[in-house]
């Protein structure tokens, strides 16, 4: 396959270089997975996320008792074996509804993630610029949104849009794209003044080039470990905002929605409250330790194996410098160096 | 000094700018904003007369105008709705809030500075691992949780040891200082667990950070144990980012206690200000988050500020940045 | 104070750092450690102070004067530290205090193990700034409005305030410019030779051993390969470690103006 791959990138040849990486993103997915397994708590967040998603997918299909069906004469009812966890007021299965509201939460995490990476990854741009001006100003005005609350955000947008999914989404996408590009802006200025940015400038490459191809690749690590927290947070935001009444609309099953009711069962059967609440921590710790782990998983620093297989993609693409994923491994090997000098053999 | 004054400035043009969004967020409800203030089955004739005498009727920038105008003189407008001024409202809210969020800081910082040290400076890796599994599982439970946790334990009524009240607050309000305070407890632990594992967290990395620099090297070198440096020179060092993250944290709690006052029964500011945005009580929202928003916006430029005073490598760095700039 | 190193052995997670290593410092000696970063030099000079990092472990033994620090407790080696030895670190930038007073910090070895009134430590304070050359004002400036030089001197300065016995230089030049170099040498030998102690000098750099030391020792991944007087070292290297050493030394002197500059 080598042999396909061994074509000759000339500058501005990024189209050949995207292409013969195509089918690559999968195996360093793979490696990516495969690392994480290795490690026991790498485990745990991904057994949880996966239940998670199968969980979300067969409510799609399947309940233990419809979401719908509402039963007048069994309003408030202790578990029992139709109704694992009781029903609510107007006679509705708890557990059932618990587990579709994971699907509503799987929606709401990713679009969350989605536009907080798109707005935070267009405000580091910004603030990497070669404009002066308008570097400045967006780090200016990134200083002073940021110490704006989600909710408040949140309870601006629900005035004119009532209580609805989209409040909850774009109110943490945009908190939480400001954090991103705060915390992000240190090593993407580093891989923007890197030479391997001025050779790539010199060579033509556009703006948005510099930025897909040396600046995430760079800030790679950063980006797992915010987005996995930018995750867990709207899974803890969209159940304060959905039971202050401006989040999830009533009727739309979720975990916001179940811990609400709970709230109501509390005088009823107070041990159901347990779960909705155990529900959400466990999937936000799980969100949390992604984030780690997958910020060790995807730095070619920490795992060997993703840096063998980025060494190889680069040996195959003849121009270092042209390639994609060469800049992130020459720059962290350069620190890596440092920081042994400095731990004066202690990484030996 | 050119840095407080260019805060300053940047603060002002800050508060301008949201002003002119929570405005305009206000302005675009779909459908007639009078209409719906009034009521669905109001006649026809009361939405008129709101809108009349709401100016509704008049440019969008001949309101936003009389509402700034209004807003310099300190007049922050009534609410429709129950007929109060703003500002009384918020008085009366703040009352229970402000107490409520210094509560609730109190016991998380009696909770994460120790703990935070603790991490850092225990001796065994597994006590370490241990600290580490308790700030992630703090961290992420919901605020509406660890309430319901609390009351199921010490609520009176519901909990397995109902000493505490968790319902309401006195009608009376601070005139029994006992009763206000003890409606508040429950709350404020809420609160106060998980922001003192959050408090946790900053404390850890940061102090870890400083643990292993050569800043603590030169204070054991000088003849402090490792303990007395990291504590002494370590959590010195760690002060102006501690600082920063607590005021943004003391900040975040006035909404970020909505949910704990609204499953507590406390009329609050965030409690309040969401039961205003249900009503669509428009001035007295608009109003709200504005001040609140300047609020945030104030304690953010405070803490920017004290930040360069804690810190004197800042103090002169901030003219090389200006030149790099 | 007289220094005998006996089988020093640093492991960090079951790797060994250094491996057997003996070492001698004789009363009033100026010795020289020499070894390419990452060779674990900075790690015998840890020993020495009780600064291991936590999850290294150290056997064999270090005999300071007529106490082994090795496993000693770390409030007794914090009674050493600061009294009776003395150090010197690489990067002053890293290591002094930033939000101390230049006076506050030469004070603090002071502070930690003598009762003296204010006036008493300022008094000494300002006879150590005039003993390493700085102006009596710098007292109530920060570290971060003093030149490297000057940082350097005020880290001198702190280490030997309390006149130890013993002083642990580890790269105190490292992190300057060629010229400064010189003078902080010549500073620091001046002033051990004054005061009558000891020094461990630790370089990766032959041209400054020979000034600063009169023996010294070679360090390779962790084990000593060869030690004596540095001149003669410097004049005929025997082992092929020592050779590349001091071709690398003559090759920065040779290089006008060559600046050594610090990673951090």
């Given at each position: 396959m080598s042999n396909?791959?061994?074509?000759v990138?000339?500058?501005g040849?990024?189209?050949?270089?995207?292409?013969?990486?195509?089918?690559?993103?999968?195996r360093?997915?793979s490696?990516?997975?495969r690392s994480?397994?290795r490690?026991?708590?790498?485990?745990?967040t991904?057994?949880?996320?996966?239940l998670?998603?199968a969980v979300?997918?067969?409510?799609l299909?399947?309940t233990?008792?419809?979401l719908?069906t509402t039963d007048?004469y069994?309003?408030w009812a202790?578990?029992?074996?139709?109704h694992?966890?009781?029903t609510?007021?107007?006679?509705?299965?708890?557990?059932?509804?618990?587990m579709?509201?994971?699907r509503?939460?799987?929606?709401?995490?990713v679009?969350?993630?989605?536009?907080?990476?798109?707005?935070?990854l267009?405000?580091?741009?910004?603030?990497?610029?070669r404009t002066?001006a308008?570097a400045?100003?967006?780090?200016v005005?990134v200083?002073?949104?940021i110490?704006i609350?989600t909710v408040l955000?949140a309870?601006?947008?629900?005035?004119p849009?009532g209580?609805?999914i989209?409040?909850i989404?774009?109110?943490c996408?945009?908190?939480?794209?400001?954090?991103l590009?705060r915390?992000a802006r240190?090593?993407?200025?580093l891989a923007a003044?890197s030479?391997?940015?001025?050779?790539?400038?010199a060579n033509?490459a556009?703006?948005?080039r510099v930025?897909?191809?040396?600046i995430i690749?760079?800030?790679?690590?950063?980006?797992?470990?915010?987005?996995?927290?930018?995750?867990g947070?709207?899974?803890?935001?969209?159940?304060?905002?959905?039971?202050l009444?401006i989040g999830?609309?009533?009727g739309v099953?979720?975990?916001?929605h179940?811990?609400?009711?709970?709230?109501?069962?509390?005088?009823?059967?107070?041990?159901?409250v347990?779960?909705p609440?155990?529900i959400?921590?466990v999937v936000?710790v799980?969100l949390?330790?992604?984030g780690?782990?997958?910020?060790?998983a995807?730095?070619?620093?920490a795992n060997p194996?993703?840096?063998?297989?980025?060494?190889?993609s680069?040996?195959?693409?003849d121009?270092?410098?042209?390639?994609p994923?060469?800049?992130?491994?020459a720059r962290?090997?350069g620190v890596?160096?440092i920081?042994?000098?400095?731990?004066?053999?202690?990484?030996? | 000094?050119r840095f407080?004054?260019r805060r300053?400035?940047l603060?002002?043009?800050?508060?301008?700018?949201l002003?002119?969004?929570v405005?305009a967020?206000l302005?675009?409800?779909p459908g007639d904003?009078?209409?719906?203030?009034a009521?669905v089955n109001?006649?026809p004739?009361?939405?008129?007369?709101?809108?009349?005498?709401?100016?509704?009727?008049r440019?969008?920038?001949?309101?936003?105008?009389?509402?700034?105008g209004?807003?310099l003189?300190?007049?922050?407008?009534?609410?429709?709705?129950?007929?109060?001024?703003v500002?009384?409202l918020?008085?009366?809210r703040a009352?229970?809030?402000f107490?409520l969020?210094?509560?609730?800081?109190?016991?998380a910082?009696?909770?994460?500075?120790?703990?935070?040290?603790?991490a850092?400076l225990?001796r065994?890796a597994?006590?370490?691992?241990?600290?580490?599994v308790l700030?992630i599982?703090?961290g992420a439970?919901?605020?509406?949780?660890?309430?319901?946790?609390?009351?199921?334990?010490?609520?009176?009524?519901t909990?397995?040891?109902?000493?505490?009240?968790?319902?309401?607050?006195?009608?009376?309000g601070?005139?029994?200082?006992?009763?206000a305070?003890?409606?508040l407890i429950?709350?404020?632990?809420s609160?106060?667990?998980?922001v003192?594992a959050?408090?946790?967290?900053?404390?850890?990395?940061?102090?870890g950070?400083l643990a292993?620099?050569?800043?603590?090297d030169m204070?054991?070198?000088c003849?402090?144990t490792r303990?007395q440096?990291v504590?002494?020179v370590g959590?010195?060092?760690?002060?102006?980012?501690?600082?920063s993250?607590?005021?943004?944290?003391?900040?975040s709690?006035?909404?970020?206690?909505m949910?704990i006052?609204?499953?507590?029964?406390?009329p609050?500011i965030g409690?309040g200000?969401?039961?205003?945005v249900?009503n669509?009580?428009?001035?007295?929202v608009?109003?709200?988050?504005?001040?609140?928003?300047?609020?945030f916006?104030?304690?953010?430029?405070?803490v920017?500020v004290?930040h360069?005073?804690?810190?004197?490598r800042l103090?002169?760095?901030?003219?090389v940045s200006?030149?790099?700039? | 104070?007289?220094?005998?190193?006996r089988d020093?052995?640093?492991?960090?997670?079951?790797?060994?750092?250094?491996s057997?290593?003996d070492l001698?410092i004789?009363?009033?000696e100026?010795?020289?450690?020499?070894?390419?970063?990452g060779?674990?030099?900075?790690?015998?000079s840890?020993?020495?102070l009780?600064l291991l990092?936590?999850?290294a472990?150290?056997?064999?033994?270090?005999?300071?004067?007529?106490?082994?620090?090795?496993?000693?407790?770390?409030?007794?080696?914090?009674?050493?530290?600061?009294r009776?030895?003395g150090?010197?670190?690489q990067?002053p930038?890293?290591?002094?205090n930033p939000v101390?007073?230049?006076?506050?910090?030469?004070?603090?070895?002071?502070k930690l193990?003598?009762d003296?009134?204010?006036?008493?430590?300022a008094?000494?304070?300002?006879v150590?700034?005039a003993?390493?050359?700085?102006d009596?004002e710098v007292?109530?400036?920060?570290?971060?409005?003093?030149?490297?030089?000057?940082?350097?001197r005020v880290?001198?300065a702190?280490?030997?305030i309390t006149?130890?016995?013993?002083i642990?230089?580890?790269?105190?030049?490292?992190?300057?410019?060629?010229v400064t170099q010189?003078?902080i040498?010549?500073?620091?030998?001046?002033?051990?030779?004054?005061?009558?102690?000891?020094?461990l000098?630790?370089t990766?750099?032959?041209?400054?051993l020979a000034?600063?030391?009169t023996?010294?020792?070679?360090?390779?991944?962790?084990r000593?390969v060869?030690?004596?007087?540095t001149?003669?070292?410097?004049?005929?290297?025997a082992?092929a470690?020592?050779?590349e050493?001091?071709?690398?030394?003559?090759?920065?002197t040779l290089?006008a103006?060559?600046?050594?500059?610090?990673h951090?």
């Open positions: 396909t791959m061994r074509k990138c000339s500058p040849a990024g189209e050949t270089a995207a292409h013969t990486v195509a089918h690559k993103p999968l360093r997915f490696i990516v997975l994480i397994w490690r026991g708590e790498g485990k745990f991904l057994i949880v996320l996966a998670w998603l979300a997918l067969v409510s299909v399947w233990p008792q419809s719908w007048g069994h309003v202790k578990p029992s074996a139709s694992w966890l009781g609510d007021g107007t006679g509705a299965d708890v557990f059932s509804w618990l579709a509201g994971s509503t939460n799987l929606l709401i995490v679009l969350t993630v989605a536009l907080s990476a798109v707005w935070g267009a405000l580091v741009a910004a603030m990497v610029a002066p308008l400045g100003t967006s780090v005005v200083d002073a949104l110490s609350p955000i309870l601006i947008l629900a005035v849009l209580a609805s989209a409040v989404v774009v109110a996408g945009f908190g939480y794209g400001l954090n590009a915390v240190p090593a993407a200025l003044r030479a391997y940015v001025e050779s790539a400038r033509g556009s703006g948005r930025l897909v191809s040396h690749p760079n800030i790679l690590p950063v980006l797992a470990v915010q987005l996995s927290l930018s995750a947070t709207a899974v803890l935001a969209e159940s304060g905002l959905t039971y009444g999830v609309p009533s099953p979720s975990w916001g179940s811990l609400a009711t709970s709230v109501k069962l509390i005088n009823v059967f107070p041990l159901t347990l779960w609440g155990l959400v921590t936000v799980a949390n330790v992604f780690d782990v997958l910020r060790d995807v730095d070619p620093v194996a993703l840096r063998q297989a980025v060494a190889q680069a040996g195959a693409a121009n270092a410098t042209t390639n994923s060469a800049a992130p491994v962290n090997t890596s160096e920081a042994e000098d400095d731990g004066e053999g202690a990484e030996r | 000094m407080v004054v300053l400035l603060f002002v043009a800050a508060l301008f700018g002003s002119v969004v405005f967020a302005r675009i409800l904003v009078a209409s719906i203030m009521g109001a006649p004739e009361k939405a008129a007369q709101l809108r009349e005498q709401l100016g509704l009727n440019p969008l920038v001949i309101q936003y105008l009389d509402w700034m209004a807003l003189h300190g007049d922050f407008g009534t609410s429709i709705l129950t007929g109060r001024s500002t009384s918020v008085a009366s009352s229970i809030t107490p969020i210094i509560l609730g800081l109190l016991i910082l009696a909770i994460g500075l120790p703990l935070g040290c603790a850092v225990a065994s597994r006590v370490r691992a241990a600290f580490h700030a599982i703090g439970v919901p605020a509406l949780w660890s309430g319901l946790l609390l009351i199921l334990l010490f609520g009176k009524g909990g397995l040891v109902g000493i505490l009240p968790s319902q309401g607050f006195p009608m009376d601070w005139t029994t200082p006992g009763r305070l003890l409606a429950l709350p404020a632990l609160v106060g667990i998980i003192g959050s408090l946790m967290r900053y404390t850890r990395s940061a102090l950070d292993d620099s050569g800043y603590i204070a054991r070198s003849g402090m303990t440096a504590l002494r959590l010195r060092l760690a002060t102006p980012q501690l600082v993250v607590i005021g943004l944290t003391f900040a709690m006035i909404t970020g206690v949910v006052e609204n499953l507590f029964a406390l609050g409690n200000l969401v039961t205003d249900g669509r009580d428009l001035i007295a608009q109003s709200e988050l504005f001040l609140l928003a300047a609020f916006l104030g304690v953010g430029l405070v920017d004290l360069r005073i804690l810190d004197p103090k002169s760095a901030d003219t200006e030149v790099a700039a | 104070m007289s220094i005998q190193v020093l052995t640093i492991t960090i997670g079951g790797k060994p750092i250094v057997d290593a001698d004789a009363d009033g100026r010795v020289g450690l020499i070894g390419s970063s060779s674990g030099k900075s790690m015998i840890k020993a020495m009780g990092p936590r999850n472990t150290a056997s064999g033994s270090i005999v300071m004067g007529s106490t082994d620090v090795i496993g000693l407790h770390e409030r007794a080696l914090a009674d050493l530290r600061g009776y030895v150090t010197v670190f990067n930038a890293a290591s002094l101390m007073t230049v006076g506050q910090q030469i004070a603090l070895p002071l193990h003598y003296l009134t204010k006036a008493e430590r008094e000494r304070v300002a150590m700034l003993k390493v050359g700085l009596g007292t109530g400036k920060y570290p971060h409005e003093l030149s490297g030089g000057q940082q350097q880290g001198i702190t280490a030997l006149s130890p016995r013993f642990i230089a580890d790269e105190p030049t490292t992190a300057l410019d060629s010189r003078q040498v010549d500073l620091l030998t001046s002033l051990v030779d004054g005061a009558g102690a000891s020094m000098f630790i990766h750099d032959f041209s400054v000034r600063a030391t023996r010294c020792y070679v360090l390779d991944a962790g000593i060869e030690s004596g007087p001149a003669e070292l410097l004049a005929s290297p082992t470690q020592a050779r050493l001091v071709s690398a030394a003559r090759l920065l290089r103006g060559g600046k050594e500059e610090s951090d």
